[in-house]
């Protein structure tokens, strides 16, 4: 028998004999009862962890069929990408008959492990997850074993057995990165992301790629790190210009970063565009009203919903597949 066919089979029984407790007591933990020691409580908690039991809530009616429910766990809802994402993925899975419940990690793998836990309790359909930092295979495998379909979005975790569905991150700042090129800027940086994350990865090497290729040497220490927010954008533009004053242009992991340099620049009374050139990544709605508007690398939200959903209606299959959305530079004013 495999270890997935085990992990779906285990009964309230069999956590009670693992914890060396009675049927009602487990039971007793599971609705949440103050009846309960605190002993009993943590040794049924452990043994539900030890034997990969999950509650449903609505067992008498779910024992034949899932729910029509997919759960979104977002990483930070504060970012406006992520509010476009989730709109873009609710719209297609609206179109397949089934809806969503969004839910925001906060960039917390603990409180992101502590959703998904509580979520799988309702039997959900499927989870879409953007992993926070620290995110596991084991865990994310675990969570597959366990039978939920598992679509990862935006950032791959190494070793999960699960589809994923990304923007093409490397083309998108190699492109960006090549029209600065083009446009004679020599002095380039690149802010903002946490080697933590994937997408930090996959964006810095296409800023690298574009350098290389174009013989353009560049200092690592103009590869600056920092939180994905405005604050970030505003604190690495200082480190830029303290490593290298004379900086001509500047790529940023991401819109939000841009806009935070961009306030930064200003408070120097440096023009964005003029003196110092800068380009984002997402392509936010107000990326295009801002003055001057940014130059940015576009990510179809709605093209990351279809793929996502397109994975989903074929689940059953295993599919394990990455998949690369595509993405375009968009040249605005501040480029």
Not at 56 to 82: E, F, G, M, Q
Not at 311 to 330: M, Q
């Amino acid at each position: 028998m495999s270890d997935k066919s085990t992990i779906k089979s285990v009964t309230v029984f069999d956590v009670a004999r693992e914890a060396g407790v009675s049927k009602s007591t487990v039971s007793l933990v599971l609705t949440q009862s103050e009846k309960v020691s605190d002993k009993a409580k943590l040794k049924v908690e452990k043994a539900i962890e030890k034997t990969g039991y999950v509650y449903n809530r609505d067992a008498a009616s779910l024992r034949s069929r899932r729910s029509n429910l997919v759960a979104i766990v977002i990483n930070d809802l504060t970012n406006p990408y992520s509010a476009q994402l989730a709109v873009g993925l609710e719209e297609q899975i609206r179109k397949m008959g089934m809806f969503s419940m969004l839910v925001n990690s906060g960039e917390s793998v603990q409180t992101q492990e502590q959703l998904v836990k509580n979520l799988k309790e309702y039997n959900v359909a499927a989870f879409i997850i953007c992993p926070a930092p620290g995110t596991t295979s084991e865990w994310t495998n675990k969570l597959v074993d366990q039978g939920f379909p598992v679509v990862n979005i935006m950032r791959e975790i190494s070793g999960a057995k699960v589809a994923t569905v990304l923007p093409d991150n490397f083309t998108g700042t190699k492109l960006s990165t090549e029209h600065l090129l083009a446009k004679g800027y020599k002095k380039i940086a690149f802010i903002g992301g946490l080697e933590s994350i994937s997408d930090y990865h996959q964006r810095l090497s296409g800023f690298t790629e574009a350098m290389l290729l174009a013989d353009m040497p560049y200092a690592k220490k103009l590869c600056i790190q920092s939180a994905t927010n405005r604050n970030g954008g505003r604190n690495a533009m200082i480190e830029v210009l303290d490593v290298e004053p004379n900086i001509e242009a500047v790529v940023c992991f991401n819109d939000v970063i841009a806009y935070g340099a961009i306030e930064q620049m200003r408070a120097l009374g440096k023009i964005p565009g003029k003196d110092i050139a800068i380009v984002g990544f997402d392509d936010l709605e107000d990326s295009k009203l801002m003055s001057p508007a940014l130059s940015t690398v576009h990510v179809d939200a709605t093209k990351i919903g279809i793929a996502v959903c397109q994975i989903l209606s074929n689940i059953k299959d295993g599919n394990r597949n990455k998949v690369l959305v595509g993405v375009d530079f968009i040249e605005r004013a501040t480029s």
